[in-house]
């Protein structure tokens, strides 16, 4: 599934799987809670297709309810793999090189111009 935006993309990758408060949410994403509601409203207009939406439960957070398991199989099935991004800078270690092939064009284009 293609997402409007990054931060959608990355809404969708963070809640796959694990359930969070909003404010951790706009924390991570540095955004306001606002704009976390209104993300997961876009999130949930575009989910609606697949069987899938976002559910706020009190005192837990945000969770991905699948209401049709074999609509959603087909957004998993043409959705990217997520790569493992760490959460702290203790974990970055992990991180290969591979994960991000543009930093070192960026790297060297910098370095050529000076």
């Known amino acids: 599934m293609r997402f409007p935006n990054q931060r959608l993309a990355q809404l969708f990758t963070l809640l796959r799987n694990e359930t969070l408060p909003q404010d951790e949410l706009a924390q991570r994403?540095?955004?306001?809670?606002?704009?976390?509601?209104?993300?997961?409203?876009?999130?949930?207009?575009?989910?609606?297709?697949?069987?899938?939406q976002f559910i706020l439960n009190r005192g837990s957070g945000y969770q991905l309810k699948i209401d049709n398991p074999t609509s959603f199989q087909a957004l998993e099935e043409t959705a990217p793999k997520a790569q493992h991004v760490p959460?702290?800078?203790?974990?970055?270690?992990?991180?290969?090189?591979?994960?991000?092939?543009?930093?070192?064009?960026l790297y060297q284009a910098g370095r050529s111009g000076g």
Request: glycine share 10%; hydrophobic share 40%; charged share 15%.
């Open 87 to 105: 959460r702290t800078a203790r974990g970055s270690h992990h991180v290969s090189a591979g994960a991000f092939p543009d930093v070192g064009v």
């Open 29 to 52: 994403l540095s955004v306001s809670t606002r704009t976390v509601r209104a993300d997961i409203t876009a999130l949930n207009t575009l989910l609606a297709q697949y069987g899938a």
